[in-house]
């Protein structure tokens, strides 16, 4: 062993590795079963003695999802039921109109629809007529229709948006007069449309106020008319 094999530790190559001619400790041997071969066998499959998902799927193991509803376990004949009667219709003397009526809220929703679908479809063809009128007539075909366009859009809006506030004022005065008055008559459909009209144009001055109350309230009174008349 040299000074540096001392100084680092390492053995030297003639002590650290064994003589080839050495026998080794480890030995390999073959053990043989003493039963043979023969006395291994294969076991066949049988697919009826085989565990699937039905053995932990099975009835007994799940819960009922009927107890899970929170009204489960309840009796019928002990609760008791709210019975709402929304088919009764109105009674009020005159209040049946082109559709049945159950209230104020059908008048609401049934006369304010109506009525913004007939404005915005008046204004529609208010404005094409305009715009057809306002294009010249050898303007190009995409000109004129967007002439078309822009006038449809302002007019149809204008005016079903300004019919459906009308009709909406309108409807409420008029069941608010019927409430009080015990039945719904022409009367009350000339009241409520002059007033809402006047209400229309109440910042616009006095006699846009009398223009637009007297208007409404010709309107009203003539759909009165034609209501008593044909239904």
Known sequence: MTFWDTLTGRRSSSSSSSSPSSPSIYSTETIQDPAGPSSSQSTAFDPAVATDVSSFLSTTSLPDPSQLHPLAGLNPSTLSYLNLEESALSDLPGSQSALPSRGWSDDLCYGTGVTYLTALSIGGVWG???????????????????????????????????????????????????????RHDSANSVIAGALSGMLFKSTRGLRPMLISGGLVAGAAGAWAVTRRAVF
Do not use: C, D, Q
């Open 128 to 182: 094409m007529i305009e715009g057809l009128n306002r294009s010249p007539a050898n303007a190009p075909p995409k000109l004129r229709l967007n002439s078309v366009l822009n006038s449809v859009t302002r007019r149809g809006p204008f005016l079903g948006n300004s019919a459906g506030v009308i009709a909406m004022v309108y409807n409420g005065i008029n069941s608010t007069i019927g409430h009080y008055r015990g």
